[in-house]
C-alpha cells in the first residue's frame, strides 16, 4: 500500500518559517519525482517544488529564493522548508509522487496558515 503521509502544517506570522515533511512508504522512493503543490480556497491547485530523482529541482516564480526543497533517500522522506512566509501562501500543501511512467500519487495535505 503506497502512503505519502505529510506534516508540519500550521499557523505561523508573517516573516516566519515552516520546515514541511512528507513520510513516503509503499514505492521506490530514490526513482520518484517528488512535488509539493497546493491549493488556497478557490483556486486551482499549483505547483510549489519538484526535486527529481538526481536531485536536480525547480521552483515557480512565486517561491523561488524562500522555499527549499530536499529528499532524504535513505528515510524516504521530502522536505520543504519555507522562510518568508507570506499570507499569500497560505494554503493545504500536498506531497505528490510520479514515476517515469506518469503513475502518480498523492498525499492527504497539510494546512498552512500564514496570518498575524
Known amino acids: 500500500q503506497v502512503q505519502l503521509v505529510e506534516s508540519g502544517g500550521g499557523l505561523v506570522q508573517p516573516g516566519g518559517s515552516l520546515r514541511l515533511s512528507c513520510a513516503v512508504s509503499?514505492?521506490?522512493?530514490?526513482?520518484?519525482?517528488m512535488g509539493w503543490y497546493r491549493q488556497a480556497p478557490g483556486k486551482q491547485r499549483e505547483l510549489v517544488a519538484v526535486i527529481r530523482s538526481g536531485g536536480s529541482t525547480n521552483y515557480p516564480d512565486s517561491v523561488k529564493g524562500r522555499f527549499t526543497i530536499s529528499r532524504d533517500n535513505a528515510k524516504n522522506t521530502v522536505y520543504l522548508q519555507m522562510n518568508t512566509l507570506k499570507p499569500e501562501d497560505t494554503a493545504v500543501y500536498y506531497c505528490?509522487?510520479?514515476?517515469?511512467?506518469?503513475?502518480?500519487?498523492w498525499g492527504q495535505g497539510t494546512q498552512v496558515t500564514v496570518s498575524s
Open positions: 509503499g514505492i521506490n522512493f530514490s526513482r520518484y519525482t
Open positions: 505528490n509522487a510520479v514515476d517515469i511512467t506518469a503513475l502518480t500519487f
